[in-house]
Structures are given as structure tokens and as C-alpha cells.
């Protein structure tokens, strides 16, 4: 697609439930980000993928955080039995090749409210 | 590890005036890179500018130029010609080196700029 595009734009759980975010990005690029923004904080970095193959998972914060990406194409990132410190802003960014000079194409995000 | 550090919680210009906003990082590698972030109202992040640890002029993007300071660690983003429309949150990132895990960008706690008429 033209940008990269994450749904559902606004997540709103009871707690204790599981979610499904989910991330598209551009067409044809290889590594895939996911990042956590919480209000008034910059994004802090969760996990990336090259193609299918996670190649870094050290910011998922515990157990319950997990990510995909199957195909090598669209990323799924779940949370498992939800709290509310989950609640933030999810965002997915792509970029043509690993650590570009170019920065990354950001998604507009899903917000998440865990109630 | 890699940290970011943004000073200026919020910031006031004044239209048409420049304005400099602050970044100083903190890494003990030698290849680096440098971005710069807006995120507008609106909540999507627009990059700005890239500056990489070896080039030797400072990058600049049209109004948006970064002085980069690499024995003081600091990568400020100057914005010229400042307009009502760049009223916006302003993130400073860094990525660490290729090798290494490097391709994560760590962020800094942002600037919230204003431009005032």
C-alpha cells in the first residue's frame, strides 16, 4: 500500500483480555517495527522483524507481548490478559532495507484502552 | 545504551523568527545516526531530517537544518522561517550502528513547539 497502515485506529478491552494489533506496511519493504507511545512520551521500541524472522525482541516489556509476522508481510503484535499499564499508543513503522538513512514510515497507530 | 535526552518540554516562537531545539545523545559507538521527528496534533510522525556519525557536513531539509556537535553529543534541530503549521510535538531519535541490533531508533521525551503569531 501507499503508507503503512495499522487497525483497528482505537482498541478499547476489558481487562484480562487478549488483543490482536495489527500492522500493514509498505508494500515491499523488508524490517518491520513495533513501538509503544505512551501520552506525552516519545515511542519506545518493542520489536523488529527482517522479512519473517524476529530479529529483536528485547523491548516486549513481559511474556504476555508477543509479535508475527508470518509472511514476511503484514505483523501481527498480541497482548495477551490485558492490564491497564498496556493502555498507549501502538505504532508500527517499515523501512525499505534495516537501519535506513532515510528514517522509517510510521503508522498512524492504535490507540489501546484497557479498561 | 543508547539515551536521548530533549530539555525543552514546550517552546514559544514566534512566526517567521528561527528556533533551535535541543538534543544531546549518549552512546559509546562510533556509527550512529540521528533523526528528527514531528508529530503534529494529529498523532502521525513525519520525519524531518537525518544526520549519520561520520558525515562531515550538517544536514539540512529545506527550513529544517541539524547542528550536529559530535564531541559535545548534541544534534539540534533548527527550524527557519518558522510557521503556524510547524506547531507540533518534535522528537529526537537515534539509531545504533548497522551491525549489532542496531536498526531500533531510541527517542527522546519530545519539545512541544508553538508558533505564535
Known amino acids: 500500500g501507499a503508507g503503512v497502515s495499522q487497525s483497528p485506529r482505537y482498541k478499547v478491552t476489558k481487562r484480562g483480555q487478549d488483543v490482536a494489533l495489527r500492522c500493514d506496511p509498505i508494500s515491499g519493504h523488508v524490517s518491520l517495527y513495533w513501538y509503544r507511545q505512551a501520552l506525552g512520551q516519545g515511542p519506545e521500541f518493542l520489536t523488529y522483524f527482517n522479512y519473517e524472522a524476529q530479529q529483536d525482541k528485547s523491548g516486549l516489556p513481559n511474556d504476555r507481548f508477543s509479535a508475527e509476522r508470518p509472511e514476511g508481510s503484514i505483523s501481527t503484535l498480541t497482548i495477551q490478559r490485558t492490564e491497564q499499564r498496556d493502555s498507549a499508543m501502538y505504532r508500527c513503522?517499515?523501512?525499505?532495507?534495516?537501519?535506513?538513512?532515510?528514517?522509517?514510515?510510521f503508522g498512524s497507530g492504535t490507540r489501546l484502552t484497557v479498561v | 545504551a543508547q539515551k536521548i535526552t530533549q530539555t525543552q518540554p514546550g517552546m514559544f516562537v514566534q512566526e517567521k523568527e528561527a528556533v533551535t531545539l535541543d538534543c544531546t545523545y549518549d552512546t559509546s559507538d562510533q556509527s550512529y545516526g540521528l533523526f528528527w521527528y514531528k508529530q503534529p496534533s494529529s498523532g502521525e510522525m513525519i520525519f524531518l531530517i537525518y544526520?549519520?556519525?561520520?558525515?562531515?557536513q550538517n544536514a539540512t531539509e529545506g527550513r529544517y537544518s541539524l547542528n550536529f556537535q559530535k564531541a559535545r553529543k548534541s544534534a539540534n534541530l533548527v527550524i527557519s522561517a518558522s510557521q503556524l503549521g510547524d506547531s507540533a510535538m518534535y522528537f529526537c531519535a537515534m539509531r545504533g550502528p548497522f551491525t549489532g541490533g542496531g536498526n531500533k531508533l531510541t527517542f527522546g521525551t519530545g519539545t512541544q513547539l508553538k508558533v505564535e503569531l
Open positions: 513503522a517499515s523501512s525499505l532495507v534495516g537501519g535506513t538513512n532515510y528514517g522509517y514510515t
Open positions: 544526520q549519520g556519525s561520520y558525515d562531515e
